[in-house]
């Protein structure tokens, strides 16, 4: 057997399990959907809500108090600032340091999963055009052993060559949704990510007024 009889004999398949394929492509994006919704709602306005009190901390010279604030908060702002008064005894340089790999870290966790979507997006139409043309060529074969027919199994070839064109659409319809919601969350991301610099920057410049030495402990003063 070469090689183009063992793709026919694939192709006499038909699409249903390409069908079967795009079914479960359809429930993974619909999973991830759900998932990224539920996170970036647990964290859009956090960030935001963060600013005022932890501007008040910091303006008291209460490093401390501003680390608790931010403490436990699931935002990227609040973790990212989190880390940053860990160090903020070593001075600025190291909080910027920290600031700047806690950034990436956390725009990865931002972006998770949204590069299935953004596959999905882009493969789900291939995959079903791909069914379809097994499902012609299922079809086509049957016309050729069949030879040339009127009447009712005529019909059966047109209904057969209709049915292939359902694995296009249900690729497209696949797809189409897995798109819009991989664009809307990447606007998300980006405005995650302001809304934590924002954060981040408001820190960072209070902290920069001050020497390293104000950072020490009052107990270590006396």
Known sequence: MNLQEAFLQIALLGANWV???LVLLSFASVAVVIERLLFFKSVSSVDTELMKPVAER????DIEGAAK???????????MLASMLGVA?????????VLEGNRAAEKLRLE???????TVGSNAPFIGLFGTVL????????LGEAGVTTGDEAKE??????????ATAIGLLVA????????????????????????????LAQLAEREPGAFTDEEDED
Do not use: C, H
Request: proline share 4%; net charge positive.
């Open 89 to 97: 005894k070593r001075g600025v340089g190291s909080m910027k340091a």
């Open 135 to 142: 499902e012609i060529l299922r079809v086509f074969n049957q």
């Open 69 to 79: 604030v931010v403490k436990n908060a699931p935002s990227p702002g609040a973790r």
């Open 58 to 61: 910091l303006a008291n010279d």
């Open 157 to 166: 070839i047109m209904s057969g060559i209709s049915e292939a064109l359902v």
């Open 176 to 203: 189409i949704p897995a798109v819009i919601a991989y664009n809307a969350f990447q606007r998300q991301v980006k405005r995650s990510l302001a809304r934590a610099d924002g954060l981040t920057g408001m820190a």
């Open 112 to 118: 998770r999963n949204l590069g299935f979507l953004g």
């Open 19 to 21: 069908l079967w394929i």
